[in-house]
């Protein structure tokens, strides 16, 4: 079960998956697109289930799960992956709505699949995984994305905690956590996918913060790695068990610049590709 399956990684792993003889449910807030993804994977000879799915609430992800079950009667994979990016300015700044929906989308759509499916991967008591998807923005400080960066370093903290607690259950499912560099998706667009309900009033022209972020977002993606090559990192993660699906760039290095700054004690700087 993938979630954000219409486009960008979720429908990489979906394919990648599919490719390796697992029937696929694929779960998206975007009609059309979850459409035209079913039809691909099945004009590839992946047999698959297509569920509009609003990850953000908690009865939508239950009955994600129910409609799982019903029509294959097990899951061994789960891959909690749908995202979004908003909210880019100061954090004091930073509208409710923004919060809401980013920590919607990211966090508790997380939430909710572990508390859905963990459950019924347990009980079957067979070999499954599950997959979180941070990024690399969980494990380095950055400014000017609060929500988006609060919501990964969530997640990943999530992720750890899971493993320790399948761990200390002996239980036969283990957990990976995608922590992606720049991927070419869809994700600056995700404005596209955000409820009425929670879009922020206008405030105006961009903030330079806002700009400065748009244009970093840019340039990543002029050299962003395909969501193919990420798929397939996170397909071998699960034949070996592996917790951390890391990048090997300069977002890497900014990483353990990050962690050196822990251990000595030091404030925060910013060390991230570029900067």
């Not at 969501?227 to 071998?236: D, G, L």
Request: glycine residues 8%; proline residues 4%; aromatic residues 4%.
């Amino acid at each position: 079960m993938v979630t954000g399956a219409a486009s960008g990684i979720g429908l990489a792993l979906a394919k990648a998956l599919g490719a390796r003889g697992m029937r696929i449910v694929l779960a998206d807030v975007e009609a059309a697109a979850l459409d035209a993804a079913a039809r691909a994977l099945a004009a590839e000879g992946v047999d698959s289930l297509a569920v509009r799915t609003d990850v953000s609430d908690e009865r939508e992800v239950r009955a994600l799960a129910a409609r799982t079950l019903e029509r294959f009667g097990a899951v061994h994979v789960v891959c909690n992956n749908a995202g979004v990016m908003g909210g880019a300015g100061l954090s004091w700044q930073t509208a409710r709505e923004d919060w809401e929906w980013v920590l919607g989308v990211n966090l508790w759509g997380v939430i909710h699949g572990i508390r859905s499916f963990v459950p019924i991967l347990l009980e079957q008591g067979e070999e499954g995984h599950v997959v979180n998807t941070a990024s690399m923005a969980a494990l380095v400080s950055l400014p000017f994305t609060a929500p988006y960066v609060v919501s990964k370093h969530a997640v990943l903290a999530l992720s750890e905690s899971l493993h320790l607690e399948l761990a200390a259950r002996g239980a036969k499912v283990g957990v990976s956590v995608l922590c992606p560099e720049a991927v070419s998706t869809r994700i600056p667009d995700s404005e596209r996918n955000r409820p009425a309900a929670l879009r922020a009033a206008d405030s105006g022209s961009p903030t330079p913060e806002r700009r400065l972020v748009e244009a970093a977002t840019r340039a990543a993606l002029a050299n962003a790695t395909s969501p193919e090559a990420i798929a397939e990192r996170v397909v071998a993660a699960i034949r070996e068990r592996r917790f951390y699906v890391l990048s090997e760039d300069d977002w890497r290095r900014a990483c353990e610049a990050r962690q050196e700054n822990i251990r000595l004690a030091r404030n925060p700087t910013l060390a991230t590709p570029g900067a």
